[in-house]
C-alpha cells in the first residue's frame, strides 16, 4: 500500500502564493504519472493538475497559467506551486497518481483569505 503525505497548505490572502509538496512512499509519479486534486466544501473532488509519465504537464481551466506541477522523481515527490491565489482556491489538496489509482491520504487545506 502506497502512502501519500501532502503537506505546505496554510492561510493566504488572495493573491499570495504557496507551494506543496507530496510525499510518496513509492515511485509511483515516474511509473503512473501524478496529479494534484482538490476538494472544496460542497464540491465533488476535482483535477487540477497533472504529469504524465513522459512529464507532460495538464491544467484545469482555472488554475491555468497560476499554479504548476513538477515532480522530483529521486525523492519520490511531486509539488504543486500555486500563485496568484484566489478566493476560490480555497479547498483540501490531495495527490494521487494522475488516474487516481491509489488510496487517499489526509490532504492539505489551503485557505484564501483576506
Known amino acids: 500500500q502506497v502512502q501519500l503525505a501532502e503537506s505546505g497548505g496554510g492561510l493566504v490572502q488572495p493573491g499570495g502564493s504557496l507551494r506543496l509538496s507530496c510525499a510518496a512512499s513509492?515511485?509511483?509519479?515516474?511509473?503512473?504519472?501524478g496529479g494534484w486534486y482538490r476538494q472544496a466544501p460542497g464540491k465533488l473532488r476535482e483535477l487540477v493538475a497533472a504529469?504524465?509519465?513522459?512529464?507532460?504537464?495538464n491544467y484545469a481551466d482555472s488554475v491555468k497559467g497560476r499554479f504548476t506541477i513538477s515532480r522530483d522523481t529521486a525523492k519520490n515527490t511531486l509539488y504543486l506551486q500555486m500563485n496568484s491565489l484566489k478566493p476560490e482556491d480555497t479547498a483540501v489538496y490531495y495527490c494521487?497518481?494522475?488516474?487516481?489509482?491509489?488510496?487517499w491520504g489526509q490532504g492539505t487545506q489551503v485557505t484564501v483569505s483576506s
Open positions: 494521487n497518481t494522475a488516474r487516481a489509482r491509489e488510496s
Open positions: 513509492g515511485s509511483i509519479f515516474t511509473v503512473y504519472g
Open positions: 504529469i504524465s509519465f513522459g512529464g507532460n504537464t
